[in-house]
């Protein structure tokens, strides 16, 4: 039954086939085939020596494809710091000062000794008796003001003027000497001393705020001695307890003598430290020598004093 359907589903396909081709001759008949064209082949060019590639640069569809790396965003500051102002290059420093420069100039201004041309002092101390003189004088004292000037930075050597009042006791070997020549008791005496004394001073610093100096030079000195005699005197007198008779002391001048200006030389050394820029503290020692020709004439006076 199978086999005599599929017998007349084809007999029926074919049949329309056949009437299909009969009406559309032109349709179904194949077209001529064109014979193809020739085939060329390129001669093959001549061999050439071989050449390194050429570096294969990036297209420029890679160009525009590839997004620039994306930046990070700035930072935010709460608060914005504003630059110092430039400032000015810091001047050359000036070349090293030779070592003999003077103290008072090769130190920073907020340390130690500064230099001022012109300084004032004020001095005071004891007076010691040398050779002769021991014997005839008593250690005494002295005081005395003074200016010094050192007229550039660059040298450490001043000019310095002093003047000084000296006073001193008189022993008993002058005291005798005086009553002989006046004839009657003397029972104490006084010797003064005064003059001025130019020298040049010369300073080597220690340290920023001490320095050594040494002195030397001469000035002109004037002495007076005065001789008393002292006498006691019946009288009256009254005290916190009450009053009565007694006696008192008067003391009388049996002579005074003056001498001429003589002149004296002198040579020192001392120390000086400082207390504040424009201040300093200063002890010293000279020897001096009034007279070569009178024996009674040496002196040590040493001193303590202020310079401003």
């Not at 014997?135 to 005395?144: K, R």
Request: hydrophobic residues 30%; contains cysteine.
């Amino acid at each position: 039954m199978k086999m005599e359907v599929r017998t007349s589903v084809a007999l029926c396909l074919l049949a329309a086939a056949t009437t299909a081709a009969a009406q559309n001759p032109e349709q179904t008949a194949p077209a001529p085939q064109s014979p193809p064209p020739p085939q060329y082949t390129q001669p093959a060019p001549p061999a050439q020596p071989a050449t390194p590639p050429l570096p294969r640069l990036p297209s420029q569809q890679q160009y525009q494809n590839t997004p620039p790396a994306p930046s990070p965003p700035p930072q935010q500051y709460k608060y914005q710091y504003a630059p110092p102002p430039q400032q000015n290059a810091p001047p050359p420093s000036p070349p090293a000062k030779p070592q003999w420069t003077h103290s008072e100039s090769s130190y920073p201004a907020s340390a130690g000794f500064q230099y001022h041309p012109f300084r004032f002092h004020i001095d005071g101390g004891g007076t010691l008796t040398q050779r002769s003189n021991d014997t005839l004088l008593d250690n005494g004292w002295n005081a005395g003001l003074g200016l010094s000037w050192f007229p550039t930075r660059h040298l450490p050597l001043g000019i310095r003027i002093d003047g000084t009042y000296n006073e001193f006791d008189i022993r008993t070997p002058l005291l005798n000497q005086a009553a002989s020549t006046y004839g009657m008791r003397v029972d104490n005496g006084t010797q003064k001393m005064w003059g001025g004394d130019v020298d040049l001073e010369l300073d080597l610093p220690l340290s920023p705020y001490v320095r050594f100096y040494l002195l030397a030079g001469g000035g002109w000195y004037r002495q007076q001695d005065t001789f008393r005699q002292v006498n006691f005197y019946p009288g009256y007198f009254c005290d916190w307890w009450g009053c009565g008779p007694g006696y008192y002391g008067a003391r009388s001048i049996v002579g005074r003598t003056t001498t001429d200006w003589h002149f004296a030389k002198n040579a020192g050394l001392g120390f000086e430290f400082a207390v504040a820029p424009r201040t300093s503290f200063f002890v010293e020692a000279r020897y001096m020598r009034l007279n070569p020709n009178d024996a009674k004439s040496d002196y040590l006076p040493i001193r303590a004093g202020l310079r401003f």
